[in-house]
């Protein structure tokens, strides 16, 4: 009796009518988002789609200092609606061109005297909403306290999410929980209810704090929860007068979930006018060997980072087609962590180093890595990145290894997101591309500023190496995708070959080798290294093949099959070529992989290069097995491929 009671109440819910007041529908009418204040002026939205209730009405507001809290006594004194229909390109990306076909209500509200704003975009796939501040008398500088936002969610979806609190870095397992049992959660937040598969994330954070949400015990309803300061404080409003959209994304199918750009066409167009140097590719790097603990990051008997090293690698990549290797440990002084991004090691001769790169088509990929020492990089900035630029560098990865920024501030507070922002905008000015480990989580700058050109912000490959607990669990890189992965490019580092660990025996990593190389197309990032040593890759030409082949910018992408934490095929295709890859991995459980090719050109044979589990490939007892073969195949074919437990492939089509 009492499971139909909730499920009838659930149901009285769902039908709910249209909030009074203002409405915006999206393009194609399906999905309704209604703005009404009450009697107290309190500013509430609520969002339906196709007449079911997505969101019940949820507040908005914010508490402040240095000014009357925007919380109530709101009239709304004027709407005004737009369309919006434009196509833009990608400087790199997933697909080669992007629309953002959404229609637009901005809603100009009275408070006391002040005029405020908020800005609802209502696309087909779901929405964004921002409170703008405009500076005016009596509204100057004033600092926000608390963020009334909620999304009132009508009932208790399941959700994957990390907790925002005990976890550096964002690098944790997601979590598949009720809505109201997840605390407060890290976005991107994915849930799945009442037929919908949506996403809880945010859009062009600048000059902010970080959204978090945070859930109450037996409430469906999840209420923004910003990253304060050291000294409480959430964000400090002075020259940029709006907030982060907050963004959920709304679909019915997981693939369309995946290839939502609410967050993309939510950011600012490009701000760099000439981009001919930022340029995908795939990488190498003097990385694993450090966890391994066969080489030390600092200078001595086993100092990795040395010319002669640098100049192996480079040959490596430039036999096997990379385009750049990654030295960590280059620089003064890691022994210290008081670092120099100018000095070299004596063992370490930089112009050396890229003049025989250059030579052989190979960059120098830099590291800063700062220790979270935000004051003393920021000293060094310019002077870093113009050493970088007077030496050919086009790549730095940036790092903040330690869980407070100048041992005070979290790295996804207002002071942290200014911080990542500077370092961004002052590489542009120089020429220098990032890839920023232990960021904020990214909310799509990429479009404004496409040097960044991927982030950590995962709990990536390097967990299998020192995880003495067993490294990533088969499924968390079938959940990944679905969660992170909606954020953004992310610096996962997968392919690794050999799962050997003798000084951590404990470690492991959890996977096949074919589905190591699955995850190479699958974990998306524009800028994608291969982890391995060079003789682990030299030891296995054949699995090495596909990656040697394996592009990684794209002109379209598409998902024909998914399940969040237990399997996903992929499918892209090479923006610079015809050539399409595809490759899929599951998680606890072996499967057969069944998909058409139905997205290859008509009328057209391909020849298919298929690395597959070989035969008793087990992730656990037999990991290694990689079976190697070749068939021809059109846009008629339907593909069945049998995977292993924590298995995969990965297939190259060639006309």
Known sequence: MKQLTVTLLSIAFSVAPLMAGYHVASPDGRLCLSVDTDAAGVLRYSVERDGVTVLNPSRLGMLTSGAEPFADGFTIKNATYKDIDETWPTVWGEEDSIRNNCREMRLDLVQGGRDLAVVFRVFNDGLGFRYEFPRQPGLGDFTITDELTEFAFPESHTSWSIPAEKVNYYEGIYRQLPLDSIGTASTPVTIAGDGLYMALHEANLTDYAAMNVTATPGSPVLKASLTPWSTGELVFVTDVRHSPWRTLIVTESLPDLMLSRIMLNLNEPCAIEDTSWILPQRYIGIWWCYHLRKLTWGNGERHGATTANMKRYIDFAARHGFGGVLAEGWNKDWWTYDFSFTEP???????????????????????????????????????????????????????YTHKLLDGAERHSSQFGVRHMRKVLETAARYGVNIDNHEPVMPTGLQRTWPNLMTQEGVRGQEWDAWNVAGGNQPSHTVTVPFTRGLAGPMDFTPVTFNFDNPVLPGTRVCTTLAKQLALFLILYSPLQMASDMIENYEANPGPLAFVESCPTDWARTVYPEAEIGKFITVARKDRHSDDWFVAGATGDDARTARFSLDFLDPDCTYTAIIYRDGEGADWETNPYPVTIERRKVDASTVLEIPEARSGGFAIRLMK
Do not use: M, P
């Not at 590291?367 to 007077?390: I, M, P």
């Open 345 to 399: 090691y004596d063992d370490f001769d930089t112009d050396s180093v890229c003049t025989y790169g250059r030579e052989r088509g190979v960059q120098f990929i830099s590291h800063h890595e700062t220790g979270s020492k935000v004051a003393n990089y920021e000293a060094q900035l310019d002077s870093a990145f113009a050493y970088c630029r007077d030496k050919g560098i086009h790549y730095v990865k940036t790092g």
